[in-house]
């Protein structure tokens, strides 16, 4: 009986379409556009994590061991921040926007006004379940559509969570959650969506691309890919090895999309950095970090036993100059150093989304931009220097989906700046009103009255209609008036 039920209860491509069904009648009804309602749902989405910040917490630090100030600082806090950003835009989000008109069209006037696209699938990523969970259907909403959210299942007590609380404090008639694994998100992508966003890695990614193109759904990739770290020799390095670290071991452990992925420093410079490292890692997580409290586990052991790969390697395990020990029971991985370890490894030649950190090192810190556009576009790019010229020369020849100098990862809290990939580390961006208009259909208006016909645009066609047309889309008003009064006709023909 417990399994018949468990089968009824099976989220298959019947269940998804039905769901969808339900889903575009809500939309259809108009409910989800009004101004009220997208409001509402953004205040319930705050007074949810108020009422349940501590349930939020002990998730996390299920999934995750996340200390609870990271919880606080990197995920609560940013989804509550994203909330009150647009129910503060809104209404200015919302009101359709003034354009420019053209002669051809005189008189009239246009506007451009943001449409709801319909029925939107969010697949969240397991790193930071709470965010990239709760960030887009904060967009979605503020555009108002109807949301399916999918959490992750590698994240399976944050998922939970969301299940419940959604249901709980939002309209359910318009807002979803399905929980699951590989057959739960397959069934979802065989359906037809008018938005998907996905935040994970990039054979996922593309999985998710190619389903959307059966449909010719638009696309959202929210991917990853070896974020650099250039450090000049002029640097405060007290300073800048604090929000190295900070930015890589106090991301999740380096279990972030845009937790820095390897250093490029000059040979001359990198004991330097190392000691300056090796001192703020003793400050942050003490002498054995494997017992720090403020050092999140690796997710699970798949992922432990793919980072232990990763430095187990032959050529690159003697190049560990700092860390290295990990606790595989408890899942624990210290925070670890390399320097020099060869191109041609596999910490070199993948995402390494943990907390091995390598250091290149060349002749001269400019040699590190040929370094980083040998490989594909990275996520996010950092650059540590004093030199307004190097800065200029970094921004100017570095393609990144974002870059930060003189620090790591905040760039991602700044509601006015796009966040998203380029080439292989995503396609499209969100935050802000960036996620509103990720979200939103921008149709094009233009408005006109029944006065004002001008017969020069119907048949019959003669060469002085052509003429006066010809003129005026040169944009030569006297050379219109010249062709009207039949002046100038060598000319205009």
């Not at 390897?262 to 003490?286: C, M, Q, R, S, V």
């Not at 210290?334 to 989304?353: C, G, K, Q, R, Y």
């Not at 100017?396 to 003189?406: C, Q, R, T, V, Y």
């Not at 966040?419 to 149709?443: Q, R």
Request: some cysteine; glycine content about 6%; hydrophobic content about 40%.
């Amino acid at each position: 009986m417990e399994d018949e039920m468990k089968k009824m209860e099976r989220f298959d491509s019947d269940s998804a379409a039905s769901l969808l069904k339900e889903l575009r009648g809500t939309f259809a009804s108009g409910k989800t556009k009004s101004y009220e309602w997208r409001v509402q749902q953004l205040k319930n989405m705050i007074k949810m994590i108020d009422d349940n910040e501590r349930a939020i917490m002990e998730a996390l630090q299920q999934d995750l061991a996340k200390p609870r100030f990271e919880s606080f600082v990197s995920e609560i806090s940013l989804t509550k921040a994203a909330c009150n950003h647009a129910l503060k835009e809104l209404k200015h989000w919302m009101k359709p926007e003034k354009a420019k008109t053209a002669i051809t069209t005189f008189p009239s006037s246009a506007e451009i006004v943001s449409e709801p696209f319909g029925i939107v699938l969010i697949i969240s990523a397991w790193n930071y379940p709470f965010l990239l969970s709760l960030d887009p259907v904060v967009g979605a909403i503020a555009a108002g559509n109807s949301v399916v959210l999918k959490p992750s299942e590698i994240s399976p007590a944050t998922s939970s969570l969301l299940a419940k609380l959604l249901e709980d404090y939002l309209d359910s008639s318009a807002v979803r959650v399905v929980e699951g694994a590989v057959a739960e998100t397959t069934a979802l992508l065989e359906q037809k969506w008018d938005k998907i966003l996905y935040t994970g890695n990039g054979k996922v990614g593309r999985i998710v691309m190619a389903a959307a193109a059966k449909h010719l759904t638009p696309v959202i990739l929210e991917l990853g890919g070896k974020s650099p770290v250039v450090v000049d020799s002029n640097v405060n390095l007290k300073v800048s090895a604090r929000r190295i670290a900070a930015g890589k071991w106090g991301c999740n452990n380096g279990q972030a999309c845009i937790a820095p992925d390897y250093i490029i420093t000059t040979k001359a410079y990198a004991p330097t950095l190392i000691d300056g490292l090796k001192n703020i890692l003793e400050e942050f997580f003490g002498k054995d970090p494997l017992e720090s409290k403020d050092l999140s586990r690796i997710v699970n052991s798949n992922h432990f036993s793919r980072l232990a790969k990763l430095l187990d390697e032959d050529k690159v395990s003697g190049k560990i100059v700092h860390g290295g020990q990990r606790d595989e029971t408890r899942l624990m991985i210290a925070p670890t150093i390399l320097l020099d370890v060869p191109e041609d490894s596999l910490i070199m030649n993948e995402e390494i989304f943990g907390p091995l950190l390598p250091i290149i090192t060349v002749d001269k810190v400019e040699d590190s931009f040929d370094i980083i556009k040998s490989r594909s576009k990275p996520l996010a790019a950092y650059l540590f220097t004093s030199s307004k010229k190097l800065e200029k020369e970094f921004v100017e020849n570095i393609s990144a989906g974002g870059m930060l100098i003189n620090d790591t990862v905040v760039h991602l809290t700044n509601p006015s700046l796009p966040f998203g990939g380029v080439g292989e580390s995503g396609i499209g961006s969100y935050h802000g009103k960036f996620s509103f208009d990720a979200f939103s259909h921008k149709k094009a208006v233009l408005y006109r009255s029944l006065y004002g016909d001008a017969p020069v645009r119907y048949p019959p066609y003669t060469p002085g209609k052509l003429r006066i047309l010809r003129a005026i889309l040169d944009g030569s008003i006297i050379g219109a008036i010249l062709a009207l009064i039949g002046f100038g006709k060598k000319k205009l023909e």
